[in-house]
């Protein structure tokens, strides 16, 4: 069954995923190829205990972590070992590792266990860019053997870039992003994908149009190499030469009007329409699918196209194969997998990022977590709600808020970083229209995993008059008390023109009520959150009416 699962997706793979079990892998993990080339390579110094690498961080250390990683890679006796034992020396000559050292020793052992789970029919396609892709490719070449390398894939993402207005007046534009492209043997899957021909090729070389509106081209059929090719060799309206085709096929087809002679005298050509070509085979150079549009920007700024992942995804795996994604971030390789009919297995290390791919599927497709798909890591019941509670409160908030159908709000660095004041009092937004105007209403959503009171009502309120929303929602942990409840019966109703119906304007939920089905009482008409990006076009003083993603989120 179609699954998400939260956590470390080394643990993950080791835990649940089956050897030669999956058909295609895509991973685009996060890496800070912002920073200044030659700090990557800098030793770090620091007695950092552990940490785990989020999609928030966006770069990788060397701490205790990395080091016991190095430690097991180098003790398996395969050539994987040897190869980071000489990343070390040629990168950090045996001192304290640095960052893409760290970075590299990561990714060895979880692209050892992605070989592991793939099936021998199968493929990986990693995404990268030109910072540390030279290394990741002796990585994937020492894992997946370099006889199963396939292509180095250029996708151009912009059409131009320069950093010389901040100083930087030595490198080019950087405008592309590498895909390195293995298969585990030669028997892999591949299906033939082709993109449509430009307007200017049409144009120039399929420039004559019969009576049915029909473009064609005049095509050479003249058998290449002649007779030592084995073309034959025949007289055909009046012309000598060797076709490509016997005479009976050649007889055929003029007799179709497929074979056309301009003049008395001239060289037949073969009469080849527009619509009957499939386009041209895909290339390694993608320059015809841009950066995320609009109706699918997240707010993710490495956020990838979906028409990216159709066309690795249908090019390299077939309906009903398993498609693994173990650093899935807001879900548009398992939004593609799923738009083709494949099944497909999403792995992310933020509640905000799984609860993002809940509301993807949601949106696109109406699936719902628990139904139409497995989510294994996150809490399954009260006792599970209140551990991650106590654990973590922001990873609290994002594993509740998608249950509701509201996406988180405000900075999520500034909140990861313990900064207060970042959300104005507003952890979730929903957005709706409920009347002809087509103007977005907006319902707040607070979020407290802790102890409760009447003051935090009264909070609510004002928000909700401060944002000028219809409606505020406080989703508690706890029960509310007598005093919480009657404080929010007195804020009354909106009123729904488009429905004619009242509701209630500050509305309590608990995680337990959720979690037995029940939901906030808003109009029927829900916006999708893709359609309420575009649908509210001002902002508030806190800096947004949506999740402010940081700059350096992964796709």
């Not at 992605?114 to 030109?130: F, Q």
């Not at 120039?204 to 060799?233: C, F, M, W």
């Not at 297995?345 to 139409?372: C, E, M, N, W, Y």
């Not at 009520?513 to 990006?533: S, Y």
Request: aromatic share 10%; with cysteine; glycine share 10%.
């Amino acid at each position: 069954m179609n699954t998400l699962y939260y956590g470390d997706n080394l643990n993950i793979l080791r835990e649940y995923i089956k050897d030669e079990s999956v058909d295609l892998i895509y991973l685009d993990p996060p890496f800070n190829s912002n920073r200044n080339y030659n700090v990557l390579f800098k030793n770090e110094t620091g007695t950092e205990s552990e940490s785990q690498i989020t999609a928030f961080e966006d770069t990788w250390h060397w701490n205790l972590q990395a080091e016991q990683t190095y430690n097991e890679l180098i003790t398996e006796p395969d050539q994987v070992g040897r190869m980071v034992e000489a990343f070390r020396g040629f990168i950090s000559g045996q001192n304290k590792g640095n960052q893409m050292l760290a970075y590299l020793v990561m990714m060895a052992i979880r692209l050892k266990e992605l070989h592991r789970v793939l099936k021998p029919t199968g493929s990986l396609y990693l995404h990268c860019d030109p910072t540390a892709s030279h290394y990741l490719k002796i990585l994937l070449d020492t894992i997946f053997g370099g006889k199963n390398f396939q292509n180095e894939i250029v996708w151009k993402r912009t059409t131009a870039h320069s950093d010389r207005a901040q100083g930087n007046v030595l490198h080019y534009g950087r405008i592309h992003d590498i895909i390195l492209y293995f298969t585990k043997s030669s028997n892999a899957t591949r299906n033939d994908v082709f993109t449509p021909y430009s307007k200017e090729y049409i144009e120039n070389s399929y420039r004559h149009v019969d009576e049915n509106g029909r473009r064609y081209q005049l095509d050479n059929i003249t058998g290449p190499g002649g007779a030592a090719k084995g073309n034959p060799e025949y007289e055909f309206l009046g012309v000598t030469r060797y076709w490509r085709y016997s005479r009976t096929r050649m007889q055929e087809l003029y007799d179709q009007g497929l074979i056309v002679q301009t003049n008395p005298g001239t060289v037949p050509r073969f009469k080849r329409y527009l619509d009957e070509n499939k386009g041209v085979p895909i290339q390694d150079l993608i320059d015809d699918i841009k950066p995320a549009p609009q109706n699918e920007s997240l707010g993710y700024p490495t956020q990838k196209p979906v028409a990216l992942l159709e066309r690795i995804i249908s090019a390299s795996s077939n309906e009903g194969d398993v498609v693994l994604d173990p650093f899935c971030g807001c879900g548009t390789t398992i939004e593609a997998a799923q738009k083709l009919g494949r099944e497909w297995i999403g792995i992310d290390i933020t509640h905000l990022s799984v609860g993002l791919q809940k509301l993807r599927l949601k949106d696109s497709f109406d699936l719902v977590a628990g139904k139409d798909y497995k989510v294994i890591g996150q809490p399954e019941d009260l006792g599970g709600a209140r551990e991650l509670a106590a654990k973590d409160k922001y990873g609290f908030q994002w594993w509740i808020l998608p249950l509701i159908g509201a996406k988180a709000f405000g900075s999520e660095a500034g909140k990861k970083e313990g900064k207060k004041g970042a959300d104005g009092g507003i952890d979730g937004m929903i957005v709706f229209t409920d009347d002809n105007s087509d103007k977005a209403k907006k319902v707040v959503v607070s979020v407290k995993g802790g102890g409760v009171n009447v003051a935090q009502i009264r909070d609510l309120g004002h928000v909700v008059e401060r944002e000028k929303a219809a409606i505020g929602i406080f989703l508690t942990l706890e029960n509310p008390t007598k005093p919480m409840i009657e404080e929010a019966v007195g804020k009354g109703f909106y009123h729904s023109d488009g429905w004619n119906k009242d509701y209630p304007r500050l509305q309590i939920l608990t995680v337990e009520d959720i979690l037995n089905g029940k939901q906030p009482e808003l109009p029927p008409n829900i916006q999708t959150f893709k359609q309420a990006a575009k649908s509210i076009a001002t902002k508030s003083d806190q800096g947004g009416l949506f999740a402010e993603m940081p700059e350096n989120i992964d796709e």
